[in-house]
């Protein structure tokens, strides 16, 4: 069944270091006994969950009987203001494992009820997700963490994170802490800290989607585009 209408209600919850995880959630407009499972859309790297064609396929998957929450990674750089990179602090600390930990905590709020919708009843029971670029390579790590979560479906997604840094990258971390890179939307130049390269070193085998795949019995759709 297609839906005529979709509704969007925005949002925040904490995630587990205190930082808001600013959200979107889109479901079909009918009567509020009706339940619909949620897809987890997950933004990738220099991205936002108003990026783009990104509130397009939201509403597209919302029209078509589900309830669809985008958000924000918490440490995506991206405040209040919800379209300007503000907090680039933030973002020079973004780590596979706190955009990991964040779709955990989504699920959570989800599952106690913190998270949820006054238009319709969300069916928790029935997780999907589908992420972008970067956020599909944590979708492949997601689904195979928590087991809420029931299908997958990445969208040009990174395979193994860890072969995206270059040589030059490597370096200035190693000499000064961190390195720099360009959002070439934007012109803004952003530092990346040494903790996010450490990170995806050190906890590769939860963090790499090329590993965590190999976990997944659950259906999965790899889209190339």
């Avoid at 479906?153 to 270059?166: D, F, G, I, P, Q």
């Avoid at 390195?179 to 990346?192: A, C, D, H, P, Y």
Wanted: charged residues 25%; proline residues 3%.
């Amino acid at each position: 069944m297609i839906y005529s209408s979709v509704k969007k209600e925005t949002g925040s919850v904490q995630s587990r270091e205190d930082l808001p995880i600013y959200f979107d959630l889109y479901s079909p407009v009918t009567t509020k006994t009706r339940s619909f499972p949620i897809i987890l859309f997950l933004h990738g790297f220099k991205g936002f969950k108003d990026w783009g064609a990104f509130p397009d396929a939201c509403e597209y998957l919302a029209r078509h009987g589900f309830c669809v929450l985008a958000f924000n990674f918490s440490k995506n750089g991206v405040g209040e203001k919800m379209l300007e990179f503000g907090q680039p602090e933030l973002f020079a600390s973004e780590t596979l494992s706190s955009d990991l930990n964040d779709v955990g905590d989504i699920i959570s709020r989800l599952k106690n009820g913190e998270l949820r919708s006054d238009q319709v009843m969300i069916n928790t029971d029935i997780i999907g997700i589908i992420g972008h670029s970067r956020g599909g390579h944590t979708a492949i790590a997601a689904a195979a963490e928590y087991p809420g979560i029931q299908a997958v479906v990445t969208w040009s997604a990174v395979a193994n994170y860890n072969k995206r840094w270059s040589e030059e990258m490597i370096s200035d971390w190693e000499s000064k802490g961190y390195t720099e890179i360009e959002n070439s939307r934007t012109g803004q130049v952003f530092k990346l800290d040494k903790v996010v390269y450490d990170d995806a070193i050190e906890n590769a085998d939860r963090l790499m989607a090329s590993k965590r795949v190999k976990e997944l019995h659950i259906p999965a759709l790899f889209i190339a585009a």
